[in-house]
C-alpha cells in the first residue's frame, strides 16, 4: 500500500481526514458568476427601455408578461424575454455557489498541530508515511503542498469527533497530552509503517495514536471537574469565615474565579457569562445571609 491509498487509509483510520477548502478559487468563480449577471441586468434593462420606446406591442411587455414570455413567437424576437431566462438560470447557478460556499467555509479548521502531524506523516518514512508524492499537490515541486504552514486557514478537517475548541481542551489535548505520552510512552505501542502488517521490529514507526473518543472523554470529566472548582471552594471558604468585609472580598473575587472558570473551559457567550457570574454572586450572598441568621 502506497500513495493517495496509504494517505486515504490513514486519514479515515486515524481520524485526520484534512482537506484543501480552496476558498480563493470558489471565491473567484463567485465573482465570475456576479459579473455574469451585472451584464446580463444590464442587458435587460437596455432592452426594457429601447421595447419601452416602441410603438407596437413591444411597449408593454414591462405590464403584461403574456406578450413578453411568446413574443417570439409572433415574430417579436423575444430578445427581453431570452435574457430574463438567461438570468434565471444564471441567478439559481449564482445562489447554488453561494450556498455551497457557505456550507464548505463553516466546516471546523484543523489545529495547527493535526496539520503538521498529517504534513509530517506525509514527508516521513519514520512515522510510517513518506509516501512519495510527485504531483504539485503533495508533492512539493513548483509549488508548496497543500499541507504546508502558509495553508493553514484554508484547510478543513471532515471528522465528527475533532471535539471543542476552547482553551481548557487545547490545553488537556496539547501540553497535557503530550505530558501523558512522555510519561506512559514505553507502555503504548507504535503505530506500523507498513498498516498491513502488525508494528513489530522494523515495521513499527515512531508515531502513536490516541482515540479522539477517549481524549474527548477525558476531557469532558476534567472540564466539568474544573468548572466545579469555584463553587465548591466559595461554599468551603466562606463557611470559615465570619467578618463581613473579608466575606464582601471573597465574593467578589470567587465571582472573578467562576467567570474565568466559564471562559476558559467552554465556549460560553459574554452574555452568558455575565448572567451565570450574576446568578453564582447572588447564590453566595444568600449562603452569607443563611450562615449570619445561625451565627
Known amino acids: 500500500m502506497s500513495g493517495y491509498t496509504k494517505l486515504a487509509t490513514f486519514m479515515t483510520e486515524k481520524h485526520h481526514p484534512i482537506l484543501k477548502k480552496y476558498q480563493h478559487l470558489a471565491t473567484r468563480d463567485l465573482l465570475y458568476l456576479q459579473a455574469e449577471l451585472c451584464d ?18 413591444r411597449q408593454y411587455y414591462d405590464r403584461d408578461w403574456l406578450h413578453l414570455q411568446s413574443s417570439n413567437q409572433r415574430g417579436f424576437g423575444g430578445e427581453q424575454w431570452s435574457v430574463a431566462l438567461a438570468t434565471r438560470a444564471k441567478l439559481r447557478e449564482y445562489y447554488a455557489a453561494i450556498s455551497q460556499y457557505s456550507q464548505i467555509a463553516s466546516i471546523t479548521q484543523p489545529k495547527p498541530s493535526e496539520r503538521t502531524l498529517l ?22 515541486f513548483e509549488q508548496p503542498s497543500v499541507y504546508e504552514n502558509l495553508h493553514q486557514s484554508d484547510l478543513a478537517i471532515l471528522c465528527d469527533s475533532h471535539g471543542e475548541d476552547d ?17 506512559w510512552r514505553r507502555r503504548r505501542r507504535s503505530l506500523p509503517i507498513d498498516p498491513e502488517n502488525l508494528p513489530v521490529g522494523d515495521n513499527r514507526s515512531n508515531l502513536h495514536h490516541y482515540d479522539d473518543r477517549h481524549v474527548q472523554v477525558i476531557t469532558n470529566v476534567l472540564g466539568t471537574m474544573f468548572s466545579s472548582f469555584a463553587p465548591l471552594l466559595s461554599i468551603v471558604v466562606l463557611s470559615f469565615v465570619s467578618s463581613p468585609k473579608a466575606r464582601l472580598g471573597l465574593v467578589c473575587a470567587f465571582t472573578i474565579l467562576f467567570s474565568c472558570c466559564l471562559a476558559v473551559a467552554t465556549k460560553a457567550r459574554r452574555v452568558e457569562i455575565f448572567a451565570a457570574s450574576a446568578a453564582f454572586a447572588s447564590v453566595q450572598v444568600v449562603f452569607i445571609g443563611s450562615s449570619n441568621s445561625r451565627i
Open 40 to 57: 446580463l441586468d444590464f442587458k435587460f434593462n437596455s432592452i426594457a427601455k429601447k421595447d419601452a420606446l416602441e410603438t407596437d406591442e
Open 119 to 140: 504534513n509530517d506523516w506525509i514527508k516521513s518514512s519514520a512515522m510510517g508515511g513518506g509516501c512519495g508524492f510527485l504531483g504539485r499537490d503533495l508533492g512539493g
Open 167 to 183: 482553551l481548557f481542551t487545547k490545553f488537556v489535548t496539547g501540553p497535557l497530552l503530550t505530558l501523558y505520552h512522555w510519561v
